[in-house]
């Protein structure tokens, strides 16, 4: 019989899937769009911050954003097309970023099927379900973190004459 991908395989799919569509939409905005990007830029002044700090950190910054949900998605692909950030940079960050997440929701499926799907668990209920926990729990406090340290960058800008 077929066998389906686990969580690993899924997780790799899906997150170097996301990459490249992040890749493209960066790309779109760094180009085609650059213009238009720089117009909507305006209305998120936090921006216009982070892109300072972005120049000197590109990567770390860019991981930080991704762990953390400050900007809206779908759009923020764009904008850092049009911020200061090196392609590499936006990249790896954006790879790695994106992995804690991703385990998460591929993990959830995982879960689902294995708790709903005669004859598909091999551990008990309760070890899906604490597995669940744990990757949840790790993942509130990246985003948290991360949040905090972008927000501190807001912070020490303000400070700065």
């Known amino acids: 019989g077929r066998r389906d991908a686990g969580p690993v395989q899924g997780t790799g799919v899906v997150l170097v899937s996301a990459s ?5 939409s960066f790309l779109i905005g760094r180009t085609l ?26 990567f770390k910054l ?8 400050v900007f809206p998605f779908a759009l923020s692909n764009y904008l850092y097309g049009a911020s200061s950030i090196n392609f ?18 591929v993990y959830t499926g995982y879960v689902g ?19 669940l926990a744990l990757l949840s729990g790790l993942i ?8 905090r340290i972008v927000d501190e ?5 303000a400070n700065v004459p």
């Not at 490249?20 to 493209?24: G, K, N, Q």
């Not at 936006?90 to 804690?100: D, E, I, M, R, V």
């Open 113 to 131: 099927k294995a708790l709903t799907t005669e004859g598909s668990e091999v551990y008990p209920w309760y070890f899906y379900v604490g597995g």
């Open 33 to 58: 769009l650059r213009d238009y990007v720089e117009g909507v830029l305006q209305d998120f002044p936090k921006f216009a911050k982070i892109d300072k700090a972005i120049g000197k950190e590109g």
């Open 62 to 69: 860019m991981f930080l954003l991704r762990l953390s949900p």
């Open 140 to 147: 509130k406090v990246l985003a948290d973190t991360a949040t």
């Open 20 to 24: 490249i569509a992040a890749a493209i």
């Open 153 to 157: 960058l807001d912070d020490e800008d």
């Open 88 to 105: 590499s940079a936006f990249f790896w960050g954006t790879l790695l970023g994106f992995a804690p997440g991703t385990m998460a929701y």
